[in-house]
């Protein structure tokens, strides 16, 4: 069975660092791509970042380039967003998700999706 738990969220300092993890089963990970989402309230899902399969390449929203890292962990089926340099406006419920074929911005190019975590950034 196909699942993707992510973890990590919670309350961030404006300024401060969260890193959030998105852990695997069912499937090997680095044989699909895996993207971060992110969905703050009355907004649509928007893309963060992505994680190709095999090569690893490795793909941003343009404004958040700099800030957040996507990377892998294949011994631990687990890709991992680090968001540094946090701002309010990264407050949002952050997903992972699964693509089929490539690494997409676009959130219907995904198959299978987290539960989701909550990333409130607040002093």
């Known amino acids: 069975q196909v699942q993707l738990v992510e973890s990590g969220g919670g309350l961030g300092q404006p300024g401060g660092s969260l890193r959030l993890s998105c852990t695997a089963s069912?499937?090997?990970?680095?044989?699909?791509?895996i993207g971060w989402f992110r969905q703050a309230p009355g907004k649509g899902r928007e893309g963060v970042a992505c994680?190709?399969?095999?090569?690893?390449?490795?793909y941003y929203t343009g404004s958040l380039k700099g800030r957040f890292t996507i990377s892998r962990d294949n011994a631990k089926n687990t890709v991992y967003l680090q968001m540094n340099s946090l701002k309010p406006e990264d407050t949002a419920v952050y997903y992972c998700?699964?693509?089929?074929?490539?690494?997409?911005?676009?959130?219907?190019?995904?198959?299978?999706w987290g539960q989701g975590t909550q990333v409130t950034v607040s002093s």
């Open positions: 998700a699964r693509s089929p074929i490539s690494c997409s911005n676009y959130f219907y190019d995904y198959e299978y």
């Open positions: 069912g499937f090997t990970l680095d044989s699909y791509a």
């Open positions: 994680i190709s399969s095999n090569d690893g390449k490795t």
